[in-house]
């Protein structure tokens, strides 16, 4: 079984729709973070958190909302999706004792009409 | 934000060549790691690098820490078609503790058989 698993893998939405991504994780890990990727531009952190009900931005949040009620779960809440978040979004996890390494779940590829 | 240039952005080989790909940033970091990404996958970790210096292998993989702490490298020795892929650099983003990671703009490998 997977250790970082996300929902849905693949999401077709509308403008204006508001949607939700999840991220499960079974690593007993404490940080958890969300990523977009676009062609050629890489990984962009877009909020993590440490603990549950710790939120802080990342470089890209505006646009974007997440929950962290349980320290397995992390969900990522687009309000009203535009185009332009369409994307790859990657959840990953980290702990203190393993230092900066992080590990990635499968991905979301979403596509916003 | 701190940046990390990869290069090249994308390399073909034949079958059995070697590859060698590297990672400079004009910032020193603690930590370098390197991740691959398979098509349709989320990055997964091949090498993490503590120490200025170090080199540390796993299989057919070598990567190395730059001694300027600036720079890191990665070498894929006859490479096979699952090699085929994205090579990603990461490092802390803000210095060490951080534990958010800034990601290099990948190097897409092809390997002709």
């Known amino acids: 079984d997977a250790d970082v698993t996300q929902t849905p893998r693949n999401r077709i939405t509308k403008t204006g729709k508001r949607i939700m991504l999840e991220c499960s994780q079974t690593k007993g890990h404490d940080r958890m973070y969300w990523y977009r990727q676009d062609p050629g531009l890489g990984l962009r952190l877009i909020y993590y958190s440490f603990d549950v009900k710790d939120i802080n931005k990342g470089e890209i949040s505006d646009g974007y909302s997440v929950s962290r009620q349980a320290q397995a779960k992390f969900s990522l809440s687009l309000e009203s999706a535009i185009p332009n978040q369409t994307a790859l979004y990657f959840c990953?996890?980290?702990?203190?004792?393993?230092?900066?390494?992080?590990?990635f779940g499968p991905g979301t590829r979403l596509l916003v009409l | 934000g701190q940046q990390l240039n990869q290069s090249p952005q994308s390399m073909f080989i034949q079958e059995g060549e070697d590859v060698s790909m590297n990672c400079t940033s004009s910032s020193i970091f603690n930590t370098w790691l390197w991740y691959k990404q398979d098509p349709g996958e989320g990055p997964v970790l091949l090498i993490a690098l503590y120490k200025a210096g170090e080199l540390t292998s796993n299989g057919r993989l070598t990567a190395q820490f730059g001694i300027t702490r600036k720079d890191s490298f990665l070498n894929i020795s006859a490479s096979i078609p699952s090699d085929v892929g994205i090579y990603f650099c990461?490092?802390?983003?803000?210095?060490?503790?951080?534990?958010?990671?800034?990601f290099g703009k990948g190097t897409k490998l092809s390997v002709i058989p």
């Open positions: 990461a490092g802390p983003y803000s210095g060490a503790g951080s534990y958010q990671l800034t």
């Open positions: 990953a996890t980290g702990s203190q004792g393993i230092g900066e390494t992080q590990y």
